[in-house]
């Protein structure tokens, strides 16, 4: 009798593991979905605990053969459903623990640190030099003048001076705009003269910085586009002796006081007489280095009285007024100070190139 009582048939034990599965797996859900974590490790801990390869969800799975096929459907699914409202609470438990350590290290922002360093900018060198330029034409009375970089041919060639069949209007070295023949990018700022003169009445004294572009094949020392700083003054009875004074006082406010100019006779359209400035080489100081090819002097300017029919051709009376005009690339200028030999570095954006010049400002 003992025996039979003690005994379970296969069938009834599996009847009593069924009823002990489902309670069981009620008692999880219930216990998982009251379980909390204050930490990353903690929420690990849990894992392990429940979803691991050994854990205890994986343990009634092992279990689920000995459930009667009757009963497999309707525990499988409450089995599948333990185990994916397990992972989903216990991935919102780390995500809370997780942001908690956020915003928790938010909280511990100290107002009163020193700030972090800024990373900042450098002025590009020829902005500097542009700067420096202006600044020293400033101290002399000019002011600053501005025009467009898409031009027409009246303000860049015609009213400048060039013959119809001059060679800088060619096709090679203008850029066109549209196929136009009258809408071009400027060649140079002289076209800001004329924009200047068609305007106001002298006394004129302006400088005129700005961007300039040729069609020219890009290398080391050319490049489709350039900076130009032009000088215009008119008045009653300006003569070459004034023109000489400002380029002298220019090139040693630029170069340095022991920088000594020489004008040689040149041609430009706009100007007569024209001629072209040398300096005394500054990185030889005159004796003659590789630099300025063994002469003493290097190249740094166009510049004249500017040419009668100009002044006309902008309404400025030239049996009145006369008048001089200078100008030069910034590129040359900024080669001379800084020994940049290669243009292009102009325009690479390099920052070990750009970053050189950070004490300069
Ligand atoms: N426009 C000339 C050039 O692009 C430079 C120049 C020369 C400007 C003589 C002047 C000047 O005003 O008088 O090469």
Redesign the pocket.
Known sequence: MEKTSTFVSISQYQHLYRNDMKEKINQLLHEISQSVAASVEETEALRIKYLSKKGVIARLFDDFRLVPAEEKKQIGQMLNELKTRAQEHINALRERVQAGAASDAADELDLTRTAYPTRLGTRHPLSLVKQEICDIFARLGFSIADGPEIEDDWHVFSSMNFAEDHPARDMQDTFFIEYRPDVILR??T?SV?SRVMEKTQPPIRVICPGRTYRNEAISYRAHCFFH?V?ALYVDKNVSFADLRQVLLYFAQEMFGPDTKIRLRPSY?P??EP?AEMDISCNICGGKGCNFCKHTGWVEIL???MVDPNVLDNCGIDSKVYSGY???MGIERITNLKYRVKDLRLFSENDLHFLEQFKSVH
């Open positions: 060649t140079h002289s003269q130009q032009e430009f706009f100007t024209s166009g510049c004249g005009a200078l100008g």
